[in-house]
């Protein structure tokens, strides 16, 4: 059960501690005490930022806990020596989570362009054949499907003797091999394919019966009743028991096992849930938008259609431009566009003499690598082992993160990827943070949490440093995750109070 909470205005925490404060109280100004009144936050000085990060970091809870720091200005002038705030084993590795976003997609802005896009197409022949080739667009929806339903039937195409939807653009595995299998059966574990549709995920929903009688079960998209086979262990409990759902994935078969309880008469429950076989999805998707277009289908596979001459692509849409696909996977976090991008690179950047069973995400590595090298990254400062951070084998450390920030911030696609990231206390990750605080609105920065891991990096606009780029990765934490970035969170406001002085 989520509770939503609230940073109390300092007026709300002086009601809170003093009971004489009544909210219908009349109260002069002048006669409120020196006590009363709200005392602003003491300015912090160069030399004492380092005591007071170090007693943040340092408390008892924190005993165990790694910390990785580095926080510097953002120097306009490469010629002059790199002046650093603070830094705590800036060098040092540590599992990102999802900051490793930062790295796929500054390579991705800086190899692809601002307005690169992502296309789908259809060919066809005069033989009654039709040929769709996906290419990785991770924004692809039904509306878009429709829209090719609709396009074929302006081409004239009446009747389809064989379809075939094409899904090896990308080569190799569509789910990565370190990802760890328990992430494997949610939306933001989907596996990443050719043939994207609505993210590859769907939604399970749950609804209580009778009080003793086991939950009913439904797929709002009724393809994706062939995708999982449901062990439903649920039972609906009194009208006042607790709401406690609790979805597994059973290791190496396609099972979910669904356990716990909904109280009768409450609301019905809405789980996401990961596309086992993508391909084969959107096949059955494609040919029914078909169907419902007037345009029936004799055949239809998975397969890989041979090109001919008088083949002629009928029909096509596009992705909308890779600023706005950035914008959903910093904002948002999402894992699949991520994946995406960082496939889409690996596909974009084969030369002539690349095999074409080559890894597509492994091309895309090595292209994330080479273009943050070429930005002047240290290609020691990081491993990475996907594109989005769910993997455990990525590791970065603060000063990678801070010279990639740096490095697209001399680029002339500097402020694309900034108004890429989540604004403290305004939108996508960092929405109910930092508000009603002096970081809400100058802080944009990309969040990572996953067990014992919270990051934070990113930019704060700043009255006397103009930017300052910081990065923050905590690991091997025992200590619940809001513990943790509530101290993030601290750190980061001591800056908003920093001076030159």
């Known amino acids: 059960m989520l509770l939503n909470t609230q940073l109390l205005s300092w007026q709300e925490a002086a009601r809170a501690n003093n009971p004489a404060v009544s909210p219908n109280r009349s109260i002069n100004s002048r006669q409120v005490s020196q006590a009363e009144k709200p005392q602003s936050p003491a300015l912090v000085c160069p030399a004492q930022l380092g005591n007071a990060i170090n007693a943040i970091t340092t408390r008892p809870e924190f005993s165990r806990t790694r910390w990785g720091i580095l926080i510097e200005p953002l120097s306009t002038n490469s010629n002059l020596p790199k002046r650093t705030l603070y830094s705590r084993e800036p060098e040092r590795y540590f599992i990102p989570a999802s900051s490793t976003k930062l790295l796929t997609t500054a390579a991705a802005l800086n190899k692809l362009g601002s307005q690169f896009r992502i296309r789908t197409s259809v060919y066809g022949t005069n033989k009654g054949e039709l040929r769709v080739v996906g290419r990785g667009d991770p924004s692809f929806s039904d509306t878009q499907m429709r829209g090719l339903a609709q396009q074929l039937k302006r081409q004239g195409i009446r009747q389809v003797q064989q379809l075939i939807v094409e899904d090896d653009y990308f080569q190799g595995q569509a789910v990565n091999p370190s990802w760890e299998w328990g992430d494997l059966q949610a939306p933001y574990g989907a596996p990443v394919n050719s043939l994207i549709l609505n993210q590859n995920a769907t939604v399970l929903t749950l609804s209580p019966r009778s009080p003793g009688q086991p939950l009913q079960t439904a797929w709002v998209d009724p393809i994706a009743i062939a995708q999982w086979r449901l062990e439903n262990n649920t039972v609906t409990g009194e009208a006042k028991a607790p709401a406690a759902i609790a979805v597994s994935a059973v290791l190496g078969k396609p099972v979910l096992q669904i356990k716990g309880q909904l109280p009768a008469g409450a609301e019905p429950a809405s789980l996401g849930v990961a596309v086992l076989d993508p391909a084969q999805y959107f096949l059955q998707h494609f040919r029914r938008a078909l169907v419902i277009a007037g345009i029936p289908v004799a055949q239809s596979q998975v397969g890989s259609g041979k090109e001919?001459?008088?083949?002629?692509?009928?029909?096509?849409?596009?992705?909308?431009?890779?600023?706005?696909?950035?914008?959903?996977?910093?904002?948002?976090?999402?894992?699949?566009?991520?994946?995406?991008?960082?496939?889409?690179?690996?596909?974009?950047?084969?030369?002539?003499?690349?095999?074409?069973?080559?890894?597509?995400?492994?091309?895309?590595?090595?292209?994330?690598?080479?273009?943050?090298?070429?930005?002047?990254?240290?290609?020691?400062?990081?491993?990475?082992a996907d594109g989005s951070g769910l993997s455990r084998h990525n590791l970065v450390s603060p000063k990678a993160l801070v010279q990639t920030l740096e490095a697209i911030a001399q680029t002339k696609e500097a402020a694309i990827y900034r108004a890429s990231l989540p604004i403290a206390g305004v939108s996508g990750t960092l929405k109910s943070r930092f508000q009603n605080t002096p970081a809400q609105g100058i802080v944009q920065a990309k969040t990572g949490t996953m067990s014992g891991t919270v990051s934070l990096s990113g930019y704060m606009s700043h009255p006397e440093y103009q930017t300052i780029v910081f990065s923050i990765l905590v690991n091997q934490s025992d200590q619940s995750a809001s513990t943790v970035r509530q101290a993030t969170d601290e750190i980061v406001l001591l800056l908003t109070r920093l001076r030159r002085c």
């Open 308 to 384: 001919s001459g008088n083949e002629r692509e009928l029909a096509a849409v596009e992705s909308p431009p890779l600023e706005t696909l950035l914008v959903e996977t910093n904002q948002n976090s999402n894992n699949l566009y991520a994946e995406a991008l960082l496939r889409t690179l690996g596909a974009t950047s084969k030369g002539e003499e690349t095999p074409p069973s080559e890894n597509s995400a492994a091309m895309g590595l090595a292209a994330v690598k080479q273009a943050l090298t070429e930005l002047g990254v240290d290609p020691n400062s990081y491993v990475m």
